[in-house]
């Protein structure tokens, strides 16, 4: 008989988004008059066309796949030197990060995942709370929790509250932890970290021989030049940090898939002997075990989003959706509303009005207002009380929700 991982029946019923999916299927089969109203504003999925530097790239690469002569089978597994090395000098200039550290991937929800297939079993974990589910269920997955309790809470974890009384910056851990998640800008209350902040989880990673692994997939929405962009912005991170990156938001690259992870030669783990080996070492072994690579046309997509056109086409994507956010934010502040976040992130993290809960406040605005949101409880107990809002829109479909919140909300 084969055995299944028993660990994924400690799963919680459903995943975030499917259930979701499930709950605006339901509502569609029932309301079928109503279902061409509806506007979707609860997964992040981009939604403006992709950059014209990136399109003609693809065309080109793909051309070249027809002729004998430039065709191309197999790339590298790590990506294509072109486009790590187009990565390391524009997004880490000056930060002592180099080509041989970056690794091209598929895109960096599947990194964050598959990270801990480097990692043995026994790590103390720490994770913010609300997380992006991804963390926490991957490491369900693998074995590295007990069960959930009536909270959803994994047995086996640290959980790290963030909530509005600590102004969303989670306090260190009272106890020593071994692997630490950060996500920042944060996904999904939208806020950031300061370099002093971020500054002193180098430190306790260093002093605790912790490694943390920096979800860095907004990096690019950050408007205000005194927030690091990158991990490597700290002095030491370059010991104690893996960074994970993607081109799925600043470049529209959701439907496509490129991102990368960036493992710097001097981030150690610990072997069973207690032999200090390179984090780097076992991921490079692990990408060419398991992956063949993103494909070529999708790599000189991505290394096009650096041309100038490139850069100033994704500058006006991310101007288009930071101006979503101002909307969203300035509607929810006229409704009444408490609201974080949607000023160096792409996502509006709202306080939910007295007595509702976040999926009864699901059910408000997707019923009353035929408006998709994200109910801030799926993203951990502490998110209980809140919802999220994707600016990822067109202006005219936020334009419209703006008003759907205040005929509903106010």
């Known amino acids: ?37 509806l506007i979707r504003c609860g997964i ?18 793909v051309d070249e796949l027809g002729n004998r002569d430039t065709f191309r089978g197999y790339g590298p597994e790590q990506g294509y030197d072109f486009l790590r090395e187009a990565i390391a000098s524009n997004n880490y200039a000056g930060l002592g990060i180099s080509a041989d550290d970056i690794f091209v991937s598929d895109g960096s929800k599947c990194d964050t995942g598959n990270i801990l297939d480097i990692f043995g079993p026994g790590n103390r974990i720490a994770i913010t709370d609300p997380v992006y589910p991804v963390y926490v269920d991957t490491n369900v997955m693998a074995g590295n929790t007990g069960e ?54 180098v430190d306790y990673a260093k002093a605790n021989d912790a490694i943390i692994l920096y979800d860095a997939a907004y990096a690019a929405f950050i408007q205000d030049e005194s927030i690091p962009k990158s991990i490597y912005e700290i002095e030491g991170a370059d010991e104690c940090a893996i960074e994970f990156c993607s081109f799925s938001k600043n470049g529209g690259f959701t439907g496509i898939r490129c991102g990368w992870v960036v493992a710097p ?3 150690t783990g ?63 502040q006229k409704a009444n509303l408490t609201v974080f976040g949607g000023v160096n992130a792409p996502y509006v993290w ?3 009005p007295e007595g509702i809960s976040s999926w009864e406040m699901f059910d408000k605005m997707l019923n009353e207002a035929q ?25 005219e479909n936020v334009e419209e929700v703006c008003q759907r919140i205040l005929d509903n909300l106010a």
């Open 44 to 61: 992040g999925d981009v939604t403006e066309p992709l950059p014209e530097a990136a399109r003609e790239a693809i065309k080109g690469a």
């Open 148 to 201: 959930a309790d009536e909270n959803g809470a994994y047995e086996g974890l640290v959980y790290l509250p963030c909530t509005a009384e600590n102004n969303f910056a989670p306090a260190l851990p009272e106890e020593k932890v071994d692997l630490i998640y950060l996500c920042y800008p944060n996904n999904p209350t939208g806020t950031t970290a300061s370099k002093e902040e971020l500054t002193k989880w």
């Open 371 to 395: 408006v998709v949101v994200t109910p801030g409880s799926g993203f951990g107990s502490a998110g209980e009380g809140y919802f999220r809002i994707s600016a990822f829109n067109s202006r």
């Open 270 to 332: 610990a072997s069973a002997s207690g032999e200090r080996i390179p984090l780097r070492q076992l991921w490079s072994r692990r990408t060419s075990t398991k992956f063949n690579g993103a494909s070529y046309p999708i790599q000189r997509g991505a290394e096009a989003l650096y041309s100038e056109a490139g850069k100033a086409q994704v500058s006006e994507l991310i101007s288009h959706y930071m101006e979503n956010a101002r909307l969203l934010c300035e509607a929810c």
């Open 265 to 267: 030669p001097g981030v």
């Open 1 to 37: 008989m084969a055995r299944i991982n028993d660990n994924f029946l400690k799963l919680k019923a459903g995943y975030l988004f499917p259930e979701i999916g499930r709950r605006v299927k339901a509502y569609n089969d029932s309301n079928p008059d109503k279902a061409a109203a």
């Open 350 to 352: 709202v306080k939910c």
